[in-house]
């Protein structure tokens, strides 16, 4: 498979042969599964399925972090996409309790319901072993969110700094007002000239 989101696709219908899963498989209910990063929470969250309310075409979407590329780990890409596929078949506004959690234990889920994992000497370990076998290799390379963070931070305003290098009076203003007074320049009320400043 050339792209993550063939090799994703393929997952769900592999993941969909497991009983727990097959028994609610719904004609109707169509899924939509890609690479992409979660709405909040970007270093934490592994995966997120969205209503199908909020799709255009009325289906499920299911995003995984582009920050996983191990397959069958405790919390792997697997064991993750299986998560955010029972809430799709169960529905989101169950959240972690009710069905959602009936489903998940079931099909051998394990730890909090809200990051669940996968114990390697379970039966659900082998099967998703099967299925990584059968997909191959991901074709993905994990994210690093941290290494994004050493770069330089934007200026978070657009005020430029002007300083009087006679009294080190300060001001602040924006680009176009400093090219509308380029000819004449700006005047300190000490009477020196303002100057662009660093900072």
């Known amino acids: 498979m050339k792209t ?12 969909l042969k497991l009983p727990e899963l097959s028994a609610l498989a719904d004609p109707k209910l169509t899924f939509r599964v890609s690479c992409g ?3 909040r929470q970007i270093r934490k969250r592994l995966g997120e399925c969205w209503h199908r309310k909020c799709s255009g075409d009325n289906t499920c979407e299911i995003f995984i972090t ?9 919390q792997g890409l697997l064991p993750t996409l299986l998560h955010e596929l029972i809430h799709a078949l169960v529905g989101v506004e169950c959240g972690h309790k009710g069905e959602f959690a009936r489903v998940a234990r079931n099909v051998g889920l394990s730890g909090k319901l ?5 114990d390697e000497e379970s039966d ?3 099967y998703l ?3 990584a076998k059968k997909l191959g290799p991901y074709p993905h390379a994990a994210l690093d969110v941290s290494a994004a963070s050493n770069r330089p931070k934007k200026q978070s305003t657009r005020m430029k700094k002007l300083q009087c290098p006679e009294c080190g009076c300060i001001v ?10 380029a000819d004449t320049g700006w005047n300190c009320p000490c009477g020196g000239n303002l100057l662009p400043g660093e900072g």
Not at 114 to 118: F, G
């Open 129 to 131: 072993e099967k299925v």
């Open 124 to 126: 659900l370990h082998a």
């Open 66 to 74: 582009p920050r996983l590329e191990a397959v069958n780990t405790p």
């Open 37 to 39: 990063w979660p709405s």
């Open 172 to 181: 602040r203003t924006t680009q176009s007002w400093i090219d509308a007074y």
């Open 114 to 118: 809200t990051s669940t994992e996968v």
């Open 4 to 15: 993550r989101e063939e090799w994703l696709v393929r997952a769900v219908t592999e993941l």
